[in-house]
C-alpha cells in the first residue's frame, strides 16, 4: 500500500487550457482587506499626481489649491499603507504577495507623487507665475531648472532603492524586530515633502492672499529642492530612525509622556500646517542628530530594517 506521504500532488487541471500541465500553476490567493486598503494606498499617490498636474490655484475641492490637495492625498495614502499592515496582522494574512503590492503602491505615493509635487511647485514659483514657462526638465535653458529635475529624479531612485532594500533584507514580522527604521522610512521622508508643499500652500494662499513677501517664491524654490535631496540621502543611509508607534504608542507609557503629547496636538490646533511641518521635519533630523550627538552605547541593535 502507498501512503499518502509519498503520493505525489498532482496539479489542478481546468477545462480547455491549452498549456501543458507542467505549466500550470496554482491559483494564487489574497486578503481582501489588506489588499483594498494597499490599492487605496495607491488609488491616493495616482490622484496625488492627477491633482498636481493641474494649473496651481484654487480648485472645486473646497477652493483648496490644487498643490494642497495632492499633500492631502499622499497623507490620505500614508493612513492606508498603516491599516493594511494592521489589517494583514489582525487577519493573519500577511505573506510575500501582500509585501510586494505594498512596495509597488508605496514606490508611487511616497517616491513619484512627491517628486512631482516639489518639480511642479518649484517650476511654478522658480520665476513667478506670471514667468512660469512649463515644469523645468533637463531640457531647461538654465542650470538650475536641470538640477531641480535631476533632484526629482534623484529622489525617485532613492525611494525605489529604500524599498528593495526593505524587501530584500526584513526577514521577521515580530514587533521587537521592528522598533527601529535603518534609513529614514519612505513615508517619513515622502511625508517631510509633503507637509512643506502644504505649509507653502497656506503660506501664499490664505496668510498672504495670494501676495507673498518680494523672494519669498525663490526663496521656497532653494529650499524645497535641498530638503528633498536630504530625505533622500537619509533614506538610503543606516542612520537609525525610531518606529514611532511601536516605540511609544504601543503598551503603556507615563503620565508625564501622556501629559507632553498634549502639547504638540494642542499647538496642531491652532497652526496645524506649521505643526505638520515642524513634526516630519523634526522626524527627518532626529536619525542624524541621534547618530552624531546621541550618548555613546545608546545606538539601538541591529534589527531588521522596516520600509
Not at 512596495?103 to 511616497?110: E, N, P, R, W
Amino acid at each position: 500500500m502507498t501512503s499518502h506521504a509519498s503520493t505525489p500532488v498532482q496539479p489542478p487541471t481546468f477545462p480547455n487550457d491549452p498549456r501543458p500541465s507542467r505549466h500550470r500553476r496554482r491559483m494564487i490567493t489574497v486578503a481582501v482587506i489588506p489588499t483594498l486598503l494597499t490599492l487605496g494606498n495607491l488609488v491616493c499617490g495616482f490622484a496625488a499626481i492627477h491633482y498636481a498636474s493641474k494649473p496651481i490655484g484654487p480648485s472645486n475641492v473646497m477652493g483648496w489649491s490644487t498643490l494642497t490637495i495632492a499633500g492631502g492625498l499622499v497623507f490620505f495614502g500614508m493612513l492606508f499603507d498603516g491599516l493594511d499592515g494592521f489589517a494583514a496582522r489582525l487577519t493573519r494574512s500577511a505573506n510575500e504577495l501582500g509585501a510586494q503590492l505594498d512596495s509597488m503602491a508605496d514606490m508611487v505615493t511616497f517616491g513619484v507623487a512627491p517628486a512631482f509635487m516639489v518639480l511642479r511647485l518649484v517650476s511654478y514659483y522658480y520665476g513667478g507665475p506670471d514667468h512660469y514657462t512649463g515644469i523645468l526638465g533637463p531640457d531647461a535653458d538654465n542650470f538650475y531648472g536641470k538640477f531641480m529635475w535631476g533632484v526629482a529624479a534623484f529622489y525617485i531612485c532613492c525611494t525605489a532603492l529604500r524599498l528593495a532594500r526593505f524587501n530584500a533584507e526584513v526577514v521577521s514580522t515580530e514587533e521587537s524586530d521592528h522598533r527601529y527604521f535603518r534609513g529614514l522610512p519612505s513615508p517619513g521622508a515622502a511625508g517631510t515633502i509633503a507637509s512643506l508643499t502644504l505649509l507653502h500652500q497656506h503660506l501664499v494662499v490664505i496668510r498672504f492672499h495670494e501676495l507673498p513677501p518680494e523672494g519669498f517664491e525663490r526663496t521656497s524654490a532653494l529650499l524645497l529642492p535641498l530638503a528633498t535631496l536630504l530625505v533622500s540621502a537619509a533614506m538610503i543611509s543606516r542612520v537609525p530612525y525610531a518606529h514611532v508607534v511601536n516605540r511609544y504608542f504601543r503598551g503603556r507609557q507615563s503620565f508625564a509622556f501622556v501629559a507632553w503629547l498634549m502639547l504638540p496636538i494642542a499647538f496642531a490646533v491652532w497652526w496645524f500646517q506649521v505643526a505638520l511641518a515642524l513634526t516630519f521635519t523634526v522626524y527627518a533630523l532626529s536619525g542624524p542628530f541621534q547618530q552624531f550627538f546621541g550618548k555613546k552605547g545608546s545606538q539601538p541593535a541591529d534589527h531588521n530594517p522596516v520600509s
